[in-house]
């Protein structure tokens, strides 16, 4: 048995040189190392405990729940509309995305037909949104990685969007913008020319942002063949969105389950090869550039209606339940909403893309070395309420 | 490539009871708690539906019964199916499948934490989203603690 | 010259040939350099990290007033910013942290959720309905999330109150 | 020769530091206790003991950054007088050290220092 000595047992007799044959070749100890609650590289308040050889990640323990306020308890004892500003917290980066995936829910729970001027804004107001989640998950990454520039660059473009979504429903990050049957108000008259000038700005803005840190030597020589995952293994832990379509998974919810006018729109879904870090990023430049052709398709097509149908003061669904997915930044975003005739829920279950991402990084990771670490929870865009709720 | 029609026949071939609920156009498939495992493997090798979109229950004290419900997704055929079990409020026990879809295993463990559902097999079954204080079930429903304060209906 | 206006107008400057001469109490210079360079404990919980990551980029710039650090570890920070929602089992960690950042110290508790637990008072069995239940909190910053420019007037508000401290009495908060 | 002024030049550099710390720990509040002595490790109990043994490659590391550490330290005064000396010579004496280092790096290179696993 090998006796742990250390530094300070004077009083044994053992020296550290008494070796025999007996004793197990010299090796390094392994030890613990806690990315805790608090710590930059974990986008918020995940704890991972990483058992280290040396460099070498041998196994990965995440903890979770750090910031678990219990929503679907409360989503009980709450309205339909009470609920909707708790969708956008619980993704604040893709707010609009959770509001959809649960309006749309409803809607199809009451059999609401919404007019098609609703349907525009909504595939805008995602779109925009799509951008703004993908800045924000630059921006940090080129943090983690070290570069600073990119966060700047990406916020200044970020701050832009913002800006305009604040102008059309009044809250920056958490938007409570949509409602059951259609919108709170209508899009302000100068929300057009600005997305127009945004558009022609923004392309090359991307292509900017795109050389600035995805196509950075240093940046592709620590991501490229970094945390490969294979397209089984992917599907197998649920994995959907940027982090699927990277190993080389072409599955898209705005196409495969289609909803709201997305069929009416032509867009490519980007698809990567090999599945690493680098490719989980190129995927996402390609999808911001994918949401620019939809913008200006969907403000070419944009029809004239009002922005709310005629909604049910109370709403009360008939006793049913629903799955209702929309594609998130992070991927699939979905709300199992099942209803027993009352005026609230009898059970809410969200589907968050965050979950299922996260619980494949112990795979992913193990035998890299502690630096790929942080590369690969980044390239995860991972967002710590989508995982506790 | 197996369609969508492909996939409904095979299914209602297998399993008789197949309803469909109001509202969500997926087939619900009810199986017993000892047939899951065989089921979901029968699934997802024969019929391609490799996705599990979610795991999650249903807590029914009204006939003293908790529901688990798995929804599958095909990437293959785009078709989707809920396969449910229906087991007693207490002592409720079932195989896991976090080896069939490695997804389940966070699924079950949150389920397990938030509906006393115990899964049988499971590789790590400690809590995952609560804190180690914090006993009971709390998305039964008639879960009460000292820290929840329910919102006082409109007058 | 920045430190001029940071200092306490008890400070004397006499104009003399050649150059000026300053005259002041220790006091003032000594919350002039605290309250002009703020370090800043990253501890971004929920949707307010967002708005306190777009205060430190360029368009809102919270460099101007001197927060430019956000040191990841409580060994250098000077202000813990609790930006979202406090839930029970981070209760250990937030204390923990607090204890072992240095005085002079202080804590803005940002957003409603910590301050008063925000949306999730109500039917939230994790929830810690304030931060000041767990630190003592010198700033209140109300909004979900409060925008940017709210950030950066509660935090000139904590410079406002830290130019008032002296090194006699212990600052407020520092039990 | 004159020691007074280095004496000097010494007492002062010593009355600088010593009342740099002195005012500094005059002034700072200093309120040590357990918790905060702890090591931080993000806000949790620390767990496990640093007193390991690491691996012998963080050792081998550690000695190649030495060795150009001291290389850098010796670049410092070769240039701050190299203006003043006219000709070609320091240039080749500073190409001869650095050649020889960097026939040094080469070596390790060869030899597998820097490969980790």
Request: proline share 7%; net charge neutral; aromatic share 10%.
């Amino acid at each position: 048995m090998k006796e742990n000595v250390t530094f300070g047992d004077r009083d044994k007799n053992v020296t550290f040189g008494d070796r025999d044959e007996t004793s197990p070749p010299a090796t390094s100890d392994e030890f613990l190392l806690n990315i805790g609650p608090q710590h930059p590289a974990t986008h918020g308040v995940l704890r991972v405990v990483v058992t280290m050889d040396g460099e070498v990640v041998k196994d990965i323990v995440p903890h979770v729940g750090y910031v678990h306020r219990g929503l679907e308890k409360l989503f009980e004892n709450r309205t339909y509309e009470q609920i909707i500003p708790f969708t956008d917290r619980t993704d604040y980066l893709s707010a609009i995305a959770n509001n959809f995936a649960y309006v749309m829910g409803v809607e199809r729970l009451l059999g609401l037909e919404v007019p098609e001027k609703v349907q525009y804004m909504r595939v805008l107001m995602a779109e925009l949104n799509r951008i703004a989640s993908h800045l924000l998950w630059l921006a940090a990454y080129g943090l983690d990685m070290g570069a600073f520039t990119p966060f700047l660059y990406a916020f200044r473009d970020r701050e832009e969007i913002v800006s305009m979504i604040e102008e059309a429903s009044g809250g920056r990050l958490t938007t409570n913008y949509f409602r059951v049957g259609g919108f709170v108000h209508d899009l302000p008259r100068e929300f057009f020319p600005r997305l127009r000038k945004f558009i022609s700005r923004f392309g090359k803005a991307v292509n900017e942002l795109d050389t600035l840190l995805v196509e950075n030597a240093i940046f592709v020589a620590r991501t490229r063949g970094v945390g490969v995952i294979g397209r089984g293994r992917a599907v197998s832990y649920g994995m959907t969105g940027p982090c699927l379509r990277a190993s080389n998974a072409s599955f898209d919810v705005r196409r495969d389950l289609p909803y709201s006018v997305y069929p009416l729109f032509d867009f490519e879904i980007p698809v990567g090869r090999n599945g690493d870090t680098w490719d989980r990023s190129w995927v996402r430049i390609e999808e911001m550039r994918q949401s620019l052709v939809i913008l200006r398709q969907a403000m070419e097509g944009f029809p004239e209606g009002d922005h709310k149908a005629r909604a049910p003061r109370n709403i009360e669904p008939p006793a049913g339940e629903v799955y209702s997915a929309v594609e998130g930044p992070r991927g699939e975003t979905g709300f199992y909403i099942v209803s027993d005739g009352t005026r609230k829920p009898y059970r809410v279950k969200m589907r968050k893309p965050s979950f299922s991402n996260f619980s494949a990084l112990p795979e992913i990771l193990r035998g890299l070395k502690i630096a790929d670490l942080v590369a690969v929870m980044g390239s995860l865009d991972l967002v710590v309420p989508e995982i506790d709720r | 490539m197996r369609s969508a029609e492909e996939t409904r026949e095979a299914l209602g071939k297998r399993f008789p009871a197949i309803e469909v609920r109001p509202v969500d156009p997926a087939p619900n498939v009810t199986v017993h708690a000892d047939a899951l495992r065989e089921n979901l493997a029968w699934l997802r090798d024969e019929l391609a539906f490799d996705f599990l979109v979610f795991m999650t229950a249903l807590d029914r004290p009204a006939d003293d019964a908790v529901e688990l419900v798995y929804r599958l997704f095909s990437h293959e055929s785009r078709a989707s199916v809920v396969v449910r079990v229906r087991l007693p409020r207490d002592g409720a026990r079932v195989p896991t499948v976090s080896d069939i879809f490695r997804t389940a295993e966070w699924h079950e463990r949150e389920t397990a934490e938030m509906f006393g559902v115990e899964f049988a097999g499971h590789p790590d079954p400690r809590k995952l989203l609560l804190p180690d204080d914090l006993d009971g079930h709390p998305l039964r429903k008639d879960f009460s603690h000292p820290n929840l304060v329910r919102l006082p209906e409109a007058p | 010259m920045g430190l001029m206006n940071g200092l306490d107008p008890r400070s004397l400057v006499l104009r003399m040939p050649g150059g000026n001469v300053l005259i002041s109490s220790l006091d003032a210079a000594i919350n002039a350099s605290r309250s002009n360079s703020l370090w800043t404990l990253t501890f971004g919980l929920a949707c307010c990290a967002i708005e306190m990551m777009a205060a430190g980029a360029s368009t809102y710039d919270w460099a101007r007033f001197g927060f430019e650090v956000p040191s990841a570890s409580p060994r250098r920070a000077d202000m813990m910013i609790v930006a979202g929602t406090v839930v029970r089992k981070m209760v250990p960690v937030i204390r923990t942290l607090y204890e072992q950042m240095p005085e002079p110290k202080y804590v803005v508790a940002m957003g409603g959720c910590a301050i008063s637990g925000g949306p999730y008072v109500y039917d939230s069995y994790t929830i810690v309905r304030g931060v000041d239940e767990i630190v003592p909190v010198d700033i209140y910053i109300p909004g979900c999330p409060p925008r940017p420019e709210a950030l950066l007037h509660g935090l000139m508000a904590l410079q406002e109150r830290i130019r008032g401290q002296s090194v006699r009495i212990a600052p407020a908060g520092q039990a | 020769m004159e020691y007074g002024t280095i004496l000097v030049f010494l007492a002062v550099a010593m009355l600088l530091g010593m009342t740099a710390l002195g005012v500094n720990h005059l002034l700072m509040p200093f309120r040590p206790n357990p918790v905060k002595n702890a090591t931080y490790e993000c806000g949790n109990v620390p767990v496990g003991d640093a007193q390991i043994r690491y691996n012998v490659r963080f050792y081998i590391f550690a000695l190649l950054y030495v060795v150009f550490a001291v290389e850098a330290a010796f670049l410092f005064p070769w240039a701050v007088v190299y203006r003043r000396i006219a000709g070609m010579l320091p240039l080749g004496e500073a190409v001869v050290f650095l050649g020889i280092l960097v026939l040094a790096l080469a070596y390790a290179w060869r030899k597998g220092a820097l490969k980790w696993d």
